[in-house]
């Protein structure tokens, strides 16, 4: 019955994964324009396909006491997307990675993109016109 981060990062080195954006699009003068961004988390997974609903259902029950919200997929795979979740999951875990396995939290996690309210001036990017790939600074 106990669970803490330690263990939580043995599951994660062996079965884990991190979702890493470095982009996203928006449309800027008219035109649909990929926009470059630091590499951020966009979600923690765990692949856990092969244990039966009754362990998953346990799984995301402990992460909830750790206070991570997590969903399932259709593919029976723990996910963790939440921006609060994923911060508390960062610094939980952290600690307890082996410096080999550190290659899984290579990005820090971020609050989601509000790219609605991001403007050309305010994002402080450049813009490749003929591929319309925006970079920024």
Same mark, same amino acid.
């Given at each position: ?5 330690? #263990?939580?990062?043995?599951?994660? /080195? ?8 470095? *982009? ?32 998953? /259902?346990?799984? /995301?029950? +402990? ?37 080999? #396995? ?20 305010? +994002? ?6 003929? +591929? *319309?790939? #925006?970079?920024?600074?």
């Amino acid at each position: 019955e106990f669970f803490d981060f330690e #263990m939580l990062s043995i599951i994660f /080195q062996d079965d884990g994964r991190q979702n890493i954006i470095s *982009h996203y699009n928006s449309i800027i003068n008219g035109h649909k324009t990929r926009v470059e961004t630091k590499p951020v988390v966009n979600f923690y997974e765990f692949c856990l396909e092969s244990f039966d609903e009754e362990s998953l /259902q346990n799984f /995301q029950e +402990a992460l909830s006491k750790l206070g991570l919200e997590s969903r399932l997929t259709k593919r029976n795979r723990v996910v963790i997307s939440k921006s609060a979740s994923k911060q508390r999951f960062f610094t939980g875990v952290h600690p307890f990675v082996v410096e080999s #396995m550190l290659y899984k939290l290579s990005a820090l996690p971020s609050l989601k993109i509000d790219s609605e309210r991001l403007s050309e001036k305010d +994002a402080k990017c450049v813009c490749d016109s003929p +591929a *319309h790939v #925006m970079k920024c600074i």
